[in-house]
């Protein structure tokens, strides 16, 4: 850890982008001003605390709990659109240890993340999976970590839609030229043994551009959205 003293009006430079100055001190609370490019996204570290528990606990699911969700929604939840199958020809690419057992994935579904997801981001190749035993949901399956498995949704289906201004910073990263472009799917948390509690974390969801196969989540700064939307709020 590298420790400093600073004056208010200094500040420190990280990378190329990111300048902390003090503004102002107040009996033992510091006040910071952070200057970073729109695409860098600044937190607390209580909020980012709780974000990356989210994707975590979006991985411990149970099928158990997920086979009662599937009955709680019924057909109160729109049906998740067909995933377009891949030709024959298309190589594949084998999991023994997935939640699914073995399966057999077509290369032309891996996507990949450079900076990973938020608690896991020493993994950067995952497949968008549709099977059966998971619908109207996903699964974003990891390559390199076959027993990692995230459940998401389209939050579209959920009746909550991102305002498409507050997904522009992603873009260039995904090659994307506008937002209509992307895929946005959210984390679902199934508490263990209450299905009916199960939440959507809408602060920071996933993006894909399935034309270059790059995806990237986000962290949406704004009230509107919570990280424990109800998907059952009856």
Same mark, same amino acid.
């Given at each position: 850890?590298?420790?400093l003293?600073?004056k208010? #009006?200094?500040?420190?430079?990280?990378?190329?982008?990111?300048?902390?100055?003090?503004?102002?001190l107040?009996?033992?609370?510091?006040?910071?001003?952070?200057?970073?490019?729109?695409?860098?996204?600044?937190?607390?570290?209580?909020?980012?605390?709780r974000l990356?528990?989210?994707?975590?606990?979006?991985?411990?699911?149970?099928f158990?709990?997920?086979?009662?969700?599937?009955?709680?929604?019924?057909?109160?939840?729109?049906?998740?659109?067909?995933?377009?199958?891949?030709?024959?020809?298309?190589?594949?690419?084998?999991?023994?240890?997935?939640?699914?057992?073995?399966i057999?994935?077509p290369?032309?579904?891996?996507?990949?993340?450079?900076?990973?997801?938020?608690?896991?981001?020493?993994?950067?190749?995952?497949?968008?999976?549709? &099977?059966?035993?998971?619908?109207?949901f996903?699964?974003?399956?990891c390559?390199?970590?076959?027993?990692?498995?995230?459940?998401?949704?389209?939050?579209?289906?959920?009746?909550?839609?991102?305002?498409?201004?507050?997904?522009?910073?992603?873009?260039?990263?995904?090659?994307?030229?506008?937002?209509?472009?992307?895929?946005?799917?959210?984390?679902?948390?199934?508490?263990?043994?209450?299905?009916?509690?199960?939440?959507?974390?809408?602060?920071? &969801?996933?993006?894909?551009? &399935? #034309?270059?196969?790059?995806?990237?989540?986000?962290?949406?700064?704004?009230?509107?959205?919570?990280?424990?939307?109800?998907?059952? &709020?009856?």
């Open positions: 850890m590298l420790i003293t600073r208010i #009006g200094e500040g420190v430079t990280i990378g190329d982008e990111v300048r902390v100055v003090v503004l102002e107040r009996g033992k609370q510091v006040r910071l001003g952070i200057e970073a490019p729109v695409g860098v996204v600044v937190l607390r570290d209580e909020i980012f605390q990356l528990q989210e994707n975590r606990q979006a991985a411990a699911f149970v158990s709990d997920l086979q009662a969700l599937q009955r709680l929604v019924g057909r109160d939840l729109l049906a998740a659109g067909p995933l377009p199958p891949s030709p024959p020809q298309v190589p594949r690419l084998r999991l023994d240890r997935s939640r699914l057992g073995a057999q994935i290369e032309d579904r891996i996507i990949f993340f450079r900076q990973g997801l938020l608690g896991f981001a020493e993994f950067h190749r995952y497949a968008l999976l549709a &099977p059966p035993d998971t619908a109207p996903f699964l974003l399956q390559l390199e970590h076959p027993e990692l498995a995230l459940l998401v949704a389209e939050p579209s289906r959920l009746g909550a839609r991102f305002k498409e201004g507050r997904l522009h910073s992603a873009l260039k990263e995904l090659k994307a030229q506008a937002p209509e472009e992307l895929q946005v799917f959210v984390t679902l948390t199934i508490p263990p043994g209450r299905p009916a509690e199960t939440t959507a974390n809408l602060v920071s &969801p996933i993006l894909i551009n &399935p #034309g270059p196969r790059l995806g990237k989540q986000v962290v949406l700064e704004s009230h509107d959205f919570s990280q424990k939307h109800p998907l059952l &709020p009856n």
